[in-house]
């Protein structure tokens, strides 16, 4: 296989190879070419730099939850919310991204989820990058990136990963599984599990639980998405007019909510405004 200077996986780019269940008719290659192929052309890097309404969400979401258990006062303070509010200058954001994330905030007030947990990590969700990992056996080698929003011991030494969700989107357990790996490289000898929780809907996945031998296939299909994900970038990089062969378009009304649809030529959505 490739370098492993070079090959690297992460759920990001499972997602963007292969749609989640349910998600094919939707799911675009080209999207993955414009992000990781392409992203350091000034008009990809521009688009790329903007946060969409959901992304400011999520993130504010994610910073709001740290702000409380930063300062734990908060959560019981009758102008907590209003506290968080000014350190997220909230004000700067629109209206809508204002209402959703003050819900947000009130709904984890009265009901602090993390609360008396013994919490070994928890992001703000702007770090950057994580350290990668490296996944190095005897027939492949690839880094690995996992951001993770918090993990915590619960009370039977059991490490507990959980992933903040807003919005409507439904959960990936693909996701999960990518972080159980991780757990088990960063915490080794921990039984590990994992699960979801949506800050709008105040709702719970069931919690995710695998086997040493499920997270060797998972491994083994990372490893393969980070050897394919690199073989493309070389091509590429030695065949740059042939984008559209390596990352090939599924053009339709889904383009509507692509980040790319102004500068691609196959947007249904761009082809439409013209």
């Known amino acids: 296989m490739s370098s492993p200077q070079r090959c690297f996986a992460s759920y990001n780019l499972w997602s963007l190879i292969a749609p989640a269940c349910g998600q094919q008719r939707w799911h675009c290659q080209m999207r993955r070419g414009y992000i990781k192929a392409r992203q350091r052309e000034p008009k990809v890097k521009a688009l790329l730099g903007k946060l969409t309404p959901p992304q400011s969400i999520g993130l504010l979401a994610q910073k709001g939850i740290y702000e409380f258990h930063h300062n734990l006062d908060l959560l019981s303070r009758t102008d907590g919310i209003e506290k968080i509010a000014q350190l997220l200058k909230l004000s700067n954001t629109t209206e809508i991204v204002q209402q959703r994330v003050r819900q947000i905030l009130k709904n984890y007030q009265d009901a602090p989820l993390l609360l008396g947990k013994h919490i070994l990590l928890l992001t703000r969700g702007d770090e950057g990058f994580p350290k990668p990992i490296l996944v190095k056996q005897p027939d492949y080698c690839f880094r690995l990136y996992a951001a993770m929003d918090c993990i915590f011991r619960e009370s039977s030494g059991t490490l507990h990963i959980l ?19 991780a757990v088990r490289y960063l915490y080794p000898g921990f039984q590990a599990v994992a699960s979801f929780y949506n800050l709008e809907q105040r709702k719970k996945s069931h919690v995710i639980r695998v086997t040493q031998t499920q997270l060797d296939a998972v491994e083994r299909k990372l490893a393969q998405i980070a050897h394919k994900h690199q073989k493309d970038l070389q091509e590429y990089k030695h065949k740059t007019r042939n984008f559209s062969q390596i990352f090939p378009p599924n053009p339709g009304y889904h383009c509507r909510f692509c980040p790319f649809n102004s500068i691609c030529e196959f947007s249904a959505f761009r082809s439409s405004q013209e």
């Open 163 to 181: 992933d903040f969700k807003t919005g409507k989107s439904p959960f990936d357990q693909r996701q999960a599984l990518v972080y159980l790996l």
